[in-house]
């Protein structure tokens, strides 16, 4: 069988793309608020200062609680997701062969990306008293079609699976 990759230079270039657009969005949003907001204070006249005043905070408030609301939903995540992403393609690939035991649905937070989990035997030469290695898949993707015995050759960066080839099948 083929090896299988987990994650390619593709979805890598398009958070980037996505990531960038979201700071563009913050920069545009922030100068269009501001824009707003210095056009209420130099037609305050027309306006009335009370009603220019409270028009001034009402903006500002639900500018920045929206923002606060984004920052910490979509752009912190797929900010996680990028860094993940950078790792995985910049930093060490360990190639490693085990026998499959089982899937452990029970989702893991590793830099603020979610996975869950694959437990493999091998035979470790740092630690042979832990015959058991974990090791992390994307939680959005499917289990790879592994049964319990099967021999997995993969490649893993910090304990997360990046390419799967199986070599033997149990009997």
């Known amino acids: 069988m083929a090896a299988v990759q987990l994650f390619n230079r593709d979805e890598f270039f398009s958070v980037k793309k996505l990531l960038n657009r979201y700071i563009l969005a913050i920069i545009i949003s922030f100068l269009l608020v501001t824009a707003i907001d210095v056009l209420i204070v130099v037609f305050r006249h027309s306006f009335g200062l009370t009603?220019?005043?409270?028009?001034?905070?009402?903006?500002?408030?639900?500018?920045?609680?929206?923002?606060?609301?984004?920052?910490?939903?979509?752009?912190?995540l797929t900010r996680k997701y990028y860094k993940t992403l950078?790792?995985?393609?910049?930093?060490?690939?360990?190639?490693?062969?085990?026998k499959f035991l089982y899937f452990d649905d029970t989702i893991t937070l590793k830099d603020g990306?979610?996975?869950?989990?694959?437990?493999?035997?091998?035979?470790m030469l740092k630690r042979p008293d832990m015959p058991q290695r974990r090791v992390l898949i994307r939680k959005d993707l499917e289990h790879p079609p592994f049964y319990e015995g099967d021999v997995i050759k993969y490649q893993s960066h910090a304990g997360i699976l990046i390419e799967y080839e199986i070599l033997k099948k149990p009997r």
């Open 86 to 98: 950078k790792n995985i393609f910049t930093g060490l690939r360990e190639s490693y062969t085990g």
């Open 51 to 76: 009603l220019a005043k409270t028009l001034n905070v009402i903006i500002t408030a639900v500018y920045f609680c929206g923002l606060w609301f984004f920052f910490s939903l979509k752009f912190r």
């Open 113 to 123: 990306v979610e996975f869950y989990i694959m437990m493999l035997e091998e035979k």
